[in-house]
Nanobody, 120 residues
Framework: QVQLAESGGGLVQPGGSLRLSCAAS????????MSWYRQGPGKQRELVAR???????SYADSVKRRFTIARDNAENSVSLQMNSLKPADTAVYYC??????????????WGQGTPVTVSS
């Protein structure tokens, strides 16, 4: 069974940085993609960043040039480096893994989430 565990959230001042990590219970290379989502107060969950098995990355416009998603092979995890944080980045951040069960049928798993609060 796939399990994901996020860590690294916390309280940070505007302009500060945080690094989130998502550790997987199985090899991250078994996934087609790993992503970070976030859900702010009173908002819907939104995609923040995605990393495919081929190494391609994509980002929400609101975080481009500030956030970086990367794979940590040694730790079997995916990280999200967040710089120049803004109050609008305040949210619970969730890790998601996507994999193919059979051609045309996929499954996914969510982590439990880690809260990030950007405030002075």
């Amino acid at each position: 069974q796939v399990q994901l565990a996020e860590s690294g959230g916390g309280l940070v001042q505007p302009g500060g940085s945080l690094r989130l990590s998502c550790a997987a219970s199985v090899s991250i290379f078994s996934f087609n993609a790993m992503s970070w989502y976030r859900q702010g107060p009173g908002k819907q969950r939104e995609l923040v960043a995605r990393l495919t098995s081929g190494g391609s990355t994509s980002y929400a416009d609101s975080v481009k040039r500030r956030f970086t998603i990367a794979r940590d092979n040694a730790e079997n995890s995916v990280s999200l480096q967040m710089n120049s944080l803004k109050p609008a980045d305040t949210a619970v951040y969730y890790c998601n893994a996507l994999w193919e069960l059979v051609p045309g049928l996929s499954s996914s798993q969510w982590g439990q989430g880690t809260p990030v609060t950007v405030s002075s």
